[in-house]
């Protein structure tokens, strides 16, 4: 896979030479290119900003440096035989990234980052470019960053350990919490190593016991747990046919069943406060 990243901060994707991403570059799994946008820019002060039409805060990024820069990279991909790219676009405005658009990603040849900052790009940009190629605008949760450079880092970390042959084991992300078609999408329990004690601390007794089925179920009891505890509107989304009947055990605990109001096989809800089963 080919990534190029157009940004005004190169050194700010240094940590893309560093652990899993670093390690595929070298194994020549992840082909990457890191440009300065300014490389782009012909006057004295190398401008690549200006005030917004229509007034307001902030400063937008301008057309000239982004079209010539894309222009440039686009170019060199196909010369030395990269194709079909696709221009991912971060923004706070954008659709959330999530492990299913990681794995959509992860299954195309060439990604063109484009990370901005100041109030973004100028519109025309990506609307010139949208008619060449796929454009993913996206963002990386809801809260606001000052760039795009570090959701440009989480979307290639997420990708890159999906490509083939970059995490050991090709198992290892089939039951990623967030797994496309997991049979239920929880969160991962707490885990444990040696020693066995630690300041007074042990390990839960089943993890030790070698019994392979009540260590699977005592897993998912602690998921069930931590994910009702942290994502509820996990447990909501869920296809009620991923709960078996421990699950179900296991829920009414936690105070969850499915809607008593709701379609024969309807999804699960929290019961009410102050409600017993
Ligand atoms: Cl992709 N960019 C910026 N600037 N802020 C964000 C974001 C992206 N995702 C969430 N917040």
Redesign the pocket.
Known sequence: MRLDVVTIFPEYLEPLNVSLVGKARVRGQLNVHVHDLRAWTYDRHNTVDDTPYGGGPGMVMKTDPWGDALDSVLADGYETGSHTPVLV????S?RP?TQELAVELSERPWLIFT???YE?IDRRVIDEYATRMPVYE???????????E???L??TEAVARLLPGVLGNAESHRDDSFAPGAMANLLEGPVYTKPPEWRGRGIPDVLLSGHHGKIARWRRDQALMRTTLHRPDLIERCDPKAFDKKDREMLSILGWAPDPEGEPHSRFWRRPEGVEE
């Open positions: 676009v971060p923004t706070p954008g990234f990370p901005a900052r973004g996206v963002s990386i949760g809801d809260y606001v960053l000052a760039g795009g570090a959701a440009v989480v979307v």
